[in-house]
């Protein structure tokens, strides 16, 4: 992709988000725009910078380090914030933590746990979004509606664990309005678990793709996480670990 296809891109997504964020009834910066830069050279990203993005997300650990690196070069991309959306195993935890500003991942308890350690020893907070397997699919990772709700009170004891709200990735469709209902079931246990909890879980709503985040606007999203919408298609071969696989 050549930075002005990537401006280009930009743009066309910027359009469509004030267009669904205003049917929500929220103004274009209601929606934080993440490019998801798997597989993406620093080049594009940089590219990407430039023409106003600020968050951005990685889902292997080894992939993201160097390329952060890369990327932040010589103090290049000051502002950029990095979100971790992968499959996180416990033992990288450590360098998550110290490195992304966002874990957007966080799918069962023992990893709250982790992090809440890891955290302690560093010295800092963390701030998470809790991923839920709306739909149920056997392949994904995420927590149950039902063990959420069920874990939750333990959750928020955590001092060092933020809950900014939760997270989901929607079954692959052909129609985006087919998930729909999963979208609105994430944002309906949201408020569940705010009249419960109140503010100790926090407002987010991480949801839509490139194929789906118009409708996932609709239904309330306040991160949306795009790859292909911005980077065009990736390379087939090399997806390991990537959510849903
Ligand atoms: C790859 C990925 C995305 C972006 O996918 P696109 O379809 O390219 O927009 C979003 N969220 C997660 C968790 C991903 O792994």
Redesign the pocket.
Known sequence: MSRSEIVANIERVQTLVAGAAARSGRPLEAVQIMA?T?TVQHGPILDAYHAGIRDF?E?RVQEALPKIAEVQAGGRAKEARWHF??TLQSNKARRVVETFATI??VDRSDLAIVLEREAKNIGKNVAVYLEVNVAGEPSKSGFSPEDLLDVAPALVQFRRLQVLGLMT?APLVQDPEEVRPVFRALHELRDTLRHKFGDRIGAGLSMG???D?VVAIEEGATVI?????IFGA?PAAPERN???L
């Open positions: 998801v798997k997300g889902n959306i992968g957007h991942s990735v793709m490139s194929d985040y996480r795009l790859g292909r919408a990736r990537e959510v849903g």
